[in-house]
């Protein structure tokens, strides 16, 4: 019986995971340096053929597979270590300046 927390679903979808991630920090990379100027479009189109090169060699699609969800936990880890700063009265100027 399938229920709503079972993870197993969600290995079907890794590839896509995936993609999306290294589109999404491709993106972020290149609108962030401005390597190739100021234009979106030509940031989206790379960043998405850069995306489709992962989806197509299962070995680099595998590697990311198997590292989503340590990002996961460590996102969340710093999330966590950065409330708990946030509640003990640190500013956000304190954390930008450290």
Known sequence: MATLLDAAILKN????FSMVLV???MYG???TTKALGDNRGIHILIAF???????LIPD????????????????IFILFVLI????????DGDIAAY
């Open 23 to 25: 589109i999404a920090i």
């Open 84 to 91: 708990s700063y946030k509640i003990f009265g640190v500013t």
């Open 60 to 75: 680099v699609s595998g590697l990311i597979g198997s590292m989503i969800p340590w990002f996961t936990l460590f996102f």
């Open 13 to 16: 979808f890794t590839q896509i």
């Open 49 to 55: 053929i850069i995306g489709l090169l992962v989806l």
């Open 29 to 31: 990379i290149l609108q």
